[in-house]
């Protein structure tokens, strides 16, 4: 899963909520992102890997995670208007992602977590991570 979103939208925070939970840490602030056969893979740069920025504290130290497959991107610029969104895509080296538009909820990092973890009900992005 991939987090985009302009400084300040909240991608750092909302991954330590999803670490707090289980998720791993490939990278913060900067991902290498590559297409390998026909998945886009994420990685972190070899000197930012097992840190990631908390505001207001500094770089906290974490367990850094190998490159992983995305199959899904998170647009914190975005907002999600409706209850049932329709499916979503967006494209990175020309390989679809399944896209989730950003939510102002208390349960977006554990509804997100979930998905990591066990993808969607209708199988759309699969669930890797």
């Given at each position: 899963?991939?987090?985009?979103?302009?400084?300040?939208?909240?991608?750092s925070s909302l991954a330590l909520q999803?670490?707090?939970?289980?998720?791993?840490?490939?990278?913060?602030?900067?991902?290498?992102?590559?297409?390998?056969?026909?998945?886009?893979?994420?990685?972190?740069?070899?000197?930012?890997?097992?840190?990631?920025?908390?505001?207001?504290?500094?770089?906290?130290?974490?367990?850094?995670?190998?490159?992983?497959?995305?199959?899904?991107?998170?647009?914190?610029?975005?907002?999600?208007?409706?209850?049932?969104?329709?499916?979503?895509?967006?494209?990175?080296?020309?390989?679809?992602?399944?896209?989730?538009?950003?939510?102002?909820t208390r349960h977006f990092p554990h509804?997100?977590?979930?998905?990591?973890?066990?993808?969607?009900?209708?199988?759309?992005?699969?669930?890797?991570?």
């Open positions: 899963m991939i987090l985009m979103g302009s400084s300040g939208s909240g991608k999803m670490m707090a939970l289980g998720a791993d840490l490939v990278a913060d602030d900067r991902t290498i992102v590559a297409r390998q056969g026909g998945a886009l893979v994420g990685a972190c740069p070899p000197a930012l890997i097992g840190l990631i920025e908390a505001r207001g504290i500094g770089l906290l130290r974490a367990p850094g995670a190998g490159p992983a497959i995305l199959a899904h991107a998170v647009d914190l610029d975005r907002s999600e208007t409706e209850r049932m969104p329709p499916p979503r895509r967006i494209s990175f080296l020309g390989v679809a992602l399944d896209l989730v538009l950003g939510q102002q509804a997100l977590y979930h998905l990591l973890r066990h993808g969607r009900a209708d199988g759309i992005g699969g669930s890797a991570e």
